[in-house]
């Protein structure tokens, strides 16, 4: 890691009102060197391995969650076994490729939702997810 990674990876946790632990600054920079992307628990996990970066699949958890809270990243529940997390927090959908267990997103502007419910009273619509399921097109 070099001393101007640490540093944004640093600036970026205290302005989401995190404190940057060690971990979490290894963490952030693993997460975020590789642009907009989605990842679950076990691949950040195995990235932090492979690094050197010593932390449990626990404190990975745990990290993603805090991350989320903070409003660094996403939750995006694709199927009910795997959670995947967004570095893109801005509005936008996605393609999920069944059993390649790939996301891809999809520009907010290509898709247009109407007609949604009211919320019931005191709630609002924070935002909206649409998961769009492919899969490879069967030979005939």
Not at 4 to 15: G, H, P, V, W
Not at 46 to 57: K, Y
Not at 73 to 82: C, D, F, P, T
Not at 84 to 103: A, K, P, R
Request: aromatic share 4%; charged share 25%.
């Amino acid at each position: 890691m070099t001393k101007a990674t640490d540093i944004s990876s640093q600036e970026r946790l205290r302005n989401s009102g995190l404190r940057p632990t060690r971990q979490r600054i290894a963490l952030a920079d693993l997460i975020f060197a590789k642009g907009d992307r989605h990842l679950t628990v076990e691949e950040l996990h195995e990235e932090a391995v492979e690094a050197g970066v010593p932390v449990s699949l626990a404190t990975v958890y745990n990290t993603l969650h805090q991350f989320t809270e903070a409003g660094m990243i996403r939750v995006l529940a694709v199927e009910s076994a795997k959670t995947y997390f967004d570095t893109n927090v801005s509005d936008h959908h996605h393609f999920f490729i069944e059993g390649q267990n790939e996301v891809l997103d999809i520009p907010v502007s290509n898709i247009r939702i109407g007609n949604l419910p009211e919320p019931p009273e005191g709630m609002e619509i924070s935002h909206v997810d649409v998961v769009v399921r492919l899969r490879r097109k069967t030979q005939r």
